[in-house]
């Protein structure tokens, strides 16, 4: 069973950084594409950045782009998400999401970290 751990999450004023962390155990990392979402209340999930099985191969939502950054370590089985230049509309609660090569949707989430941008 796939397990995923987020950590990293804080408060940080605007305009600072921080890194989120997932942590992935349960079965075997590189057959898993990787993506972080995130959540505010009464609004709906929406998708941050994905990454692919190597590591090539990245997307972001088209808010996120130039500030953050996905990457992932397949000798550790962790994902990361780099955050700068942090914006109060960045406030959310961040989700780690896993799929295996062979599904289209994430299917395994991690139980989320919350990120607070203050002024």
């Known amino acids: 069973q796939v397990q995923l751990v987020e950590s990293g999450g804080g408060l940080v004023q605007a305009g600072g950084s921080l890194r989120l962390s997932c942590a992935f155990s349960?079965?075997?990392?590189?057959?898993?594409?990787m993506a972080w979402f995130r959540q505010v209340p009464g609004k709906e999930r929406e998708f941050v950045a994905g990454i692919n099985r190597s590591a090539l191969s990245t997307s972001y939502a088209d808010s996120v782009k130039g500030r953050f950054t996905i990457s992932r370590d397949n000798g550790k089985n962790l994902m990361y998400l780099q955050m700068n230049s942090l914006k109060l509309e960045d406030t959310a609660v961040y989700y780690c999401?896993?799929?295996?090569?062979?599904?289209?949707?994430?299917?395994?989430w991690g139980q989320g970290t919350q990120v607070t941008v203050s002024s």
């Open positions: 999401a896993a799929r295996p090569y062979w599904r289209a949707e994430y299917d395994h």
């Open positions: 349960g079965r075997i990392f590189n057959m898993y594409y």
